[in-house]
Antibody, heavy 123, light 110 residues
Framework: QVQLQQSGPGLVKPSQTLSLTCAIS??????????WNWIRQSPSRGLEWLGR?????????NYAVSVRSRITINPDTSKNQFSLLLNSVTPEDTAVYYC?????????????WGQGTLVTVSS | QSALTQPRSVSGSPGQSVTISCTGT?????????VSWYLQHPGKAPKLIIY???KRPSGVPDRFSGSKSGNTASLTISGLQAEDEADYYC??????????FGGGTRLTVL
């Protein structure tokens, strides 16, 4: 059974960088079938897909248009985890952030979710 | 305003059936052949209950079923139980944006 364990600060100051990590157990970040995603949820924006990383002979990242200029998702094969960096944050980035797995047996679905991290952007 | 429109709320009594719709209103790149559904209890992460319109992951009761007609996907829950009370979200595969979610539907079991 796949488990995703998130870590990272819950409070970030405006204009700074949000940084979260998702540790994977029961699967590999280098899987040739799965993709590893970040999704956030807020009352104003609902559930919003932010981006993903996956390995198919080489690493590929895809990002949502809304955050493309500010986001980086990095895999870490040595620790079997992946991370989210979102820079130049504003209060609008306040949300619960989830890491998720797209298992590959479907066309875009998320069968494993981290516990969620409430990130508040405030000075 | 979500690109996928869901009713804000639905309700039903134990044992009854309810259907939640998910209509593509402003998602030109959505592919409605690949819709998934999630339930979310308060304070918890969403849980996958339907993928690729009508397939159920292992462990999900067959009381949950999915279907599609044109750009509208539907989730039907039969034999309602108290624990089904939750928020339900649809998600469509979309080119470039990858995953587009509906605004969510609150199911109340009366």
């Amino acid at each position: 059974q796949v488990q995703l364990q998130q870590s990272g600060p819950g409070l970030v100051k405006p204009s700074q960088t949000l940084s979260l990590t998702c540790a994977i157990s029961g699967d590999s970040v280098s899987s040739n079938t799965a993709a590893w995603n970040w999704i956030r949820q807020s009352p104003s924006r609902g559930l919003e897909w932010l981006g993903r990383t996956y390995y198919r002979s080489k690493w590929t990242n895809n990002y949502a248009v809304s955050v493309r200029s500010r986001i980086t998702i990095n895999p870490d094969t040595s620790k079997n985890q992946f991370s989210l960096l979102l820079n130049s944050v504003t209060p609008e980035d306040t949300a619960v952030y989830y890491c998720t797995r797209d298992p590959g047996f479907c066309v875009t679905c998320y069968d494993s979710w981290g516990q969620g991290t409430l990130v508040t952007v405030s000075s | 305003q979500s690109a996928l429109t869901q009713p804000r709320s639905v309700s039903g009594s134990p044992g009854q059936s309810v259907t939640i719709s998910c209509t593509g209103t402003s998602c030109d790149l959505c592919d409605y052949n690949y819709v998934s559904w999630y339930l979310q209890h308060p304070g918890k992460a969403p849980k996958l209950i339907i993928y690729d319109v009508s397939k159920r992951p292992s462990g999900v009761p067959d009381r949950f079923s999915g279907s599609k007609s044109g750009n509208t996907a539907s989730l039907t829950i039969s034999g309602l139980q108290a624990e089904d009370e939750a928020d339900y979200y649809c998600c469509s595969h979309a080119h470039i944006t990858i995953g587009v979610f509906g605004g969510g539907t609150r199911l109340t079991v009366l």
